[in-house]
């Protein structure tokens, strides 16, 4: 019912600024909370950064505060991450997700009902 598609990887030099967006279709999309994870390779998927459903909370792995940034516009049904900053160790494919019930629950992969494809970020040193 729900499908999330992800846009805006790339590759980037170390220093270099990127925006990811998610769009959702099907579901009502502001009764989401909706995460971003990412997993480099060899290693297991981590969790980015979370929003509730109308922007009031978010919450950041403590490698990236400061340097990204997620919002949401419910009027588009879209998430974004700005990512500044970025480093080489930021490489990885970059998911985005939905969940209906995640509550204090944001940081686990597990809470999440509904999962994009994966979009590549690969940051240069």
């Known amino acids: 019912q729900v499908q999330l598609v992800e846009s805006g990887g790339g590759l980037v030099q170390a220093g270099g600024s990127l925006r990811l967006s998610c769009a959702q279709s099907?579901?009502?999309?502001?009764?989401?909370?909706m995460g971003w994870f990412r997993q480099a390779p060899g290693k297991e998927r981590e969790f980015v950064a979370a929003?509730?459903?109308?922007?009031?909370?978010?919450v950041y792995v403590d490698s990236v505060k400061c340097r990204f940034t997620i919002s949401r516009d419910n009027a588009k049904n879209t998430v974004y991450l700005q990512m500044n900053s970025l480093r080489p160790e930021d490489t990885a494919v970059y998911y985005c997700?939905?969940?209906?019930?995640?509550?204090?629950?944001?940081?686990?992969?597990?809470?999440?009902?509904?999962w994009g494809q994966g979009n590549q970020v690969t940051v240069s040193s």
């Open positions: 997700a939905a969940g209906r019930e995640v509550y204090g629950l944001a940081r686990a992969p597990t809470a999440y009902d509904y």
């Open positions: 099907g579901g009502t999309f502001s009764t989401y909370t």
């Open positions: 929003i509730n459903w109308n922007g009031g909370s978010t």
